[in-house]
């Protein structure tokens, strides 16, 4: 009877994924609680005096070892957790700036910390209400953070919570702002770095001790004490301050390609020495990445091999997430020719010796660094991932005690920088093969802040914070979370995570939940149809590198998985003897031998599953091609129904209520305009904008005004006040005010009678007992009354 079912789910899948013209008018949901709770958490911010970088240098070895031992301890005491329920959470962050209508001068606005404690503040007072924001620290003085207070849960009327809670967070900072000030979900300060002294309110110096920055200042830093300890011992560790040169866009009238004499030595763009040649916006402190904005999202799975799962399928499609999303393509007052942050980044936290860099280094070796710093490490500490991780349990029908996994060995095709006792101690700990890879490759850093107090007084059998201390600051496109320690019997359980961190953020709360929801439900598609997204981790670095490029998501390839489904016997045109379940669906040939690799085990998890990422038969050179951005998401021939599909798919399956589904749909469409070009991105809106700016020269130059219009707009999209229909179709954002921010108490306490009498002088002149100052807005013969359906919003 089993099988039966299972044969007929198959091909209930294979039809449905095909169909795009299907759609299910009415769902039911039983919706029961869950009782877990689940807590998102930036960086490892811990309160303490840090040490300074040379002060830091003796313990660096004691807190690599430490580190493993916690890791181990760690997984020995949680390696068997099950059944955790799905909970998952975003996070956003916000810009604070501060603008001049008379003169349209805009400027970073530092008072991020008393907005966030501000904002906490208020959170207490109503932390009666079920759904609030929890608001933190970000890098810079002008940043926050915010998530929402619980986490949603694994149902679909969960993820309507989504924009929901995010328009509540705008309207929450917006109750907190000065006059002023605005919070817009930008990605980057246009003109960070190019106004001297005068970049923000209060103005800062240029330079200090912590970047020795010749374009910002030390004060834009948060005031936490990691930040800028952060920041200067990656400075020091490195040898130099970081040295980033981004592609400038090249306009009609850009100086520098009219100036710039191209020599013709050189590969690549580059001379010999390594320095780019072609024209570049110059950028030399961690806070031209550290403080660009992004996008977020944190799932708990039910145990760490889902966890282990999810983190190899994500890295496929960060990069391609990230080209959807692209918003960044300005910096330092000039336009990139680049869309996208994360190189940025990865070169603003490159804390790699020379001799780590590949290059000749005078000063090696380095005492106390990992390997005396001279290990090559061929990435920064803020990359796209180096290993997948999950281990199937079975390796083309060999048992994975065999420790041929093919992961390694078919996948990770690039060369790997291991801590080779860390890796020991890994395996004699009985920690397998590719995990055991995974953390030997992250301790191959050094820690960066370390605390006075806190090296051999922590406790590697009850604490993670060595491990942490290097795990936090590795940060790749995915991360793969350990349950942490509960400090107390009644501290809530947290599971096994999986963090996906490439995307970028968006103008509007509807994008930003679209994306994220469409992420949650490609999630759960891929866990449901046991499909496998696998292709060679130096064709995901490839994607990577592709999607930075300007309008990479409209014009750019990718390189993609062919078949996501078992592969069943017949012929792909590659000569090899296996076809796509979803070919064999289209042409009505749906062959049933797979019945047995469809097998399960205790915990429901499948062979196929199992034997990720190869599948049975099938030439691994013929299992990925180059997709357009379009069909990857809409599909592709017979053989690949599209990412979006499948979603809609698993919709189906689970029969999600209709409320639910109107609005996944909406989401889901606008993910395939964007997917189409029908939409641009963000990036594509910004470069526009600028370039249609009365005020451009089309020298690549932005201006003060610019950039003031530039990001005034921006806030007002977000807010619903100004429709942008090349990024949202015919998707209407309701405006958001500070209305109802909060709720209102009914409160008792004794007002004076100065103040009664005013409150009864407003209701002395009613015309009826029944008029107030607001019944204007409902006479019958106002312009409020009787709204067409068209103009009435759904606040999501």
């Known amino acids: 009877m089993r099988k039966e079912i299972r044969k007929l789910y198959r091909i209930f899948l294979v039809v449905v994924a095909i169909s795009l013209s299907q759609r299910v008018s009415s769902f039911t949901l039983i919706e029961k609680k869950t009782s877990s709770s689940f807590t998102l958490k930036m960086g490892l911010l811990k309160v303490g005096v840090p040490k300074s970088w040379d002060d830091s240098k003796k313990d660096l070895e004691y807190i690599r070892k430490a580190g493993v031992r916690q890791f181990i301890s760690t997984y020995n005491r949680v390696k068997d957790l099950k059944g955790d329920e799905l909970l998952w959470g975003d996070e956003v962050e916000y810009g604070i700036f501060h603008i001049d209508p008379e003169t349209k001068k805009v400027r970073l606005s530092l008072r991020a910390k008393e907005v966030m404690d501000e904002l906490n503040r208020k959170e207490a007072v109503h ?135 191209m020599p013709k030595s050189g590969v690549d763009g580059y001379n010999n020495s390594g320095d780019m040649l072609r024209a570049a916006v110059h950028v030399d402190a961690m806070a031209f990445g550290m403080g660009c904005c992004c996008l977020q ?97 079975m390796t083309g029908g060999q048992d994975a005690k065999d420790l041929s996994n093919r992961v390694l060995n078919i996948y990770n095709d690039i060369p790997l920088a291991i801590d080779e006792s860390c890796y020991q101690d890994l395996r004699e700990a009985g920690i397998d093969p590719a995990l055991a890879q995974h953390v030997a490759h992250l301790f191959i850093r050094d820690p960066l802040v370390i605390f006075n ?47 996906f961190r490439s995307m970028e953020i968006q103008l509007t709360d509807f994008e930003n939940a679209a994306f994220s929801v469409f992420t949650v439900l490609l999630q759960r598609t891929i866990l449901t149809f046991d499909l496998n997204l ?32 078992p592969l069943e016997e017949g012929d792909d045109g590659y000569g090899v003897k296996y076809v796509s379940m979803f070919s064999q669906g289209v042409k009505g040939a749906y062959n ?31 299992a990925f091609e180059e997709m357009t951005m379009e069909e990857i998401m809409c599909g592709k021939d017979d053989h690949y129904p599209g990412l979006i599909p499948l979603v809609r798919a698993y919709l189906d399956h689970i029969s999600a209520d209709s409320t639910s589904m109107a609005r996944l749909h909406t989401y889901l469409d606008f993910v395939e305009k964007r997917s189409t070009g029908e939409l641009i991105t963000t990036a594509t809106w910004v470069r526009n904008f600028v370039r249609n700016h009365p005020d451009y020269k089309q020298d690549s130059h932005v201006t003060e005004k610019i950039a003031h219009d530039l990001l005034v707009a921006s806030k007002e999209i977000g807010e619903g006040k100004l429709h942008a229909p090349e990024l949202l179709g015919d998707v209407q954002i309701q405006e958001i005010s500070t209305d109802g921010a909060y709720s209102t108490k009914l409160d008792s306490r004794r007002v004076t009678n100065q103040r009664i009498v005013e409150l009864l002088q407003r209701y002395t002149k009613r015309q009826s007992p029944f008029d107030t100052e607001f019944s204007s807005e409902l006479a019958p013969d106002s312009n409020n009354a009787e709204p067409s359906p068209a103009e009435v919003g759904i606040e999501f």
């Open 127 to 261: 932390s009666q209400i079920s759904e609030g924001c929890n608001w933190v620290p970000e890098y810079g003085a002008w940043m926050v953070e915010a998530t929402p207070s619980r986490p949603y849960t694994g149902f679909s009327t969960d993820l309507l919570r989504v924009e929901r809670n995010m328009r509540l967070r705008r309207k929450r900072i917006l109750t907190v702002l000065n006059e002023n000030e605005i919070a817009p979900t930008v990605s980057v300060f246009p003109l960070l770095g190019c106004l001297g002294d005068d970049g923000s309110v209060p103005p800062t110096a240029v330079g200090g001790p912590i970047t020795e920055s010749e374009y910002i200042g030390d004060g834009i830093i948060n005031p936490h004490p990691r930040f800028g300890t952060l920041t200067a011992n990656i400075r020091q560790r490195r040898g130099s301050k970081v040295n980033i040169k981004i592609p400038l866009f090249r306009d009609t009238d850009t100086q520098e390609f009219k100036e710039l004499d």
């Open 592 to 622: 049933e031998t797979s019945e047995n690799f469809e097998a399960e085990d205790a915990d429901g998890v499948s062979n196929y599953r199992k034997s990720a990422p190869t599948a049975r038969g099938s030439a691994e050179e013929n």
């Open 297 to 393: 999202i944190t799932f708990q799975a039910k145990d760490v091999d889902e966890s282990r799962f999810i983190f190899d399928q994500l890295a496929v499609m960060a990069p391609i997430m990230m080209a959807l999303t692209a918003s960044t393509p300005i910096l330092k007052g000039r336009l990139l020719d680049t869309d996208a942050r994360w190189g940025i980044i990865s070169e603003s936290v490159d804390g790699r010796t020379l001799s780590e860099r590949g290059r000749a280094d005078p000063n090696a070796p380095h005492d106390y660094y990992n390997a005396n710093g001279q290990r090559q490490i061929y990435k920064s500490r803020y990359d796209s991932i180096s290993t997948y991780i999950y281990q199937g349990s």
């Open 534 to 565: 696998y292709i060679p981790i130096s064709k995901v670095d490839a994607n990577m590198q592709r999607a930075h490029s300007r309008n990479s998501a409209a014009k750019g390839k990718f390189f993609f998985r062919r078949h996501l489904a």
């Open 453 to 499: 107090g806190a090296v051999d007084e922590v406790d590697d059998e009850t604490q993670t914070e060595h491990f942490e201390s290097i795990q936090s600051t590795n940060w790749q496109t995915v991360r793969w979370k350990p349950p942490p320690p509960r400090d107390s019997p009644n501290a809530p359980h947290i599971g096994w995570r999986t963090e």
